[in-house]
């Protein structure tokens, strides 16, 4: 069975820094998606980015960056120039590339963010 | 942008009564799916729904659960007789595709509290 580990339930960063997530994930397939989804306070969860495993190259959306290490089952976030707005539950999940599949998250990290 | 809507946001019902959870997908999306988070784990998959019939189900969706799509917009999750257990959030997403890659929109949530 697939599993999506987050190590972190917290970090903070101060606002315009720079802070990484970390996320491990255990499977045996070789291809499929990974996730990361924003939960922020008024609750509704917004996908942030998304990397597909077949691809080395790292996904990027302004300021969300991934380091994705396939060989390693590493997949983390880089929120870049922190901003107030960040402030989130951020989870990490997982999706094989195969027909109606559901997604297995992570337990999250809440994020807070300084100003 | 178009949204999944999820009512109620919260609701309170006695241990035992039945609840209906309400969700209506995105217009042009043919896969739905429920989700829930218990206070303080992480979200698990429940069950999806395809072309009007369920197309998984994790061990969680047992026979006091059901789901139903009654009327071509509204996606229902029915629980019997609820259970004190049963107390979490539970969320709604859709999505365009089946495949792993396509991105699974979330609704806001209806948190459940049995008493």
């Known amino acids: 069975a697939q599993t999506v580990t987050q190590s972190q339930p917290e970090m903070s960063v101060q606002e315009a820094e720079t802070v990484t997530l970390s996320c491990t994930y255990d499977t045996s397939e070789s291809d499929y998606y990974l996730f990361w989804y924003k939960q922020p306070p008024s609750r509704q969860m917004i996908l942030v980015i998304r990397q597909e495993a077949y691809k080395q190259q790292n996904a990027t959306e302004n300021r969300f960056s991934v380091n994705f290490q396939k060989a390693a089952k590493s997949f983390s976030l880089k929120i870049s120039d922190s901003q107030l707005g960040d402030a989130a539950m951020y989870f990490c999940?997982?999706?094989?590339?195969?027909?109606?599949?559901?997604?297995?998250f992570g337990k999250g990290t809440r994020l807070s963010v300084i100003a | 942008e178009p949204e999944v809507t999820q009512t109620p946001s919260h609701q309170v019902t006695q241990m035992g009564q039945e609840v209906i959870l309400r969700c209506v997908p995105i217009s042009n999306h043919l896969y739905f799916y429920w989700y829930r988070q218990i206070l303080g784990q992480k979200v698990e998959f429940l069950v999806s729904f395809y072309n009007n019939e369920i197309s998984e189900k994790s061990e969680i969706f047992d026979d006091q659960f059901s789901v139903e799509r009654p009327d071509g917009s509204n996606f229902t999750l029915k629980i019997r007789s609820t259970k004190l257990e049963d107390s979490a959030m539970y969320f709604c997403?859709?999505?365009?595709?089946?495949?792993?890659?396509?991105?699974?929109?979330f609704g806001d949530g209806t948190r459940l509290s049995i008493l």
């Open positions: 999940a997982y999706s094989p590339n195969s027909g109606n599949t559901p997604l297995v």
């Open positions: 997403a859709s999505s365009e595709e089946g495949l792993g890659n396509q991105p699974q929109h």
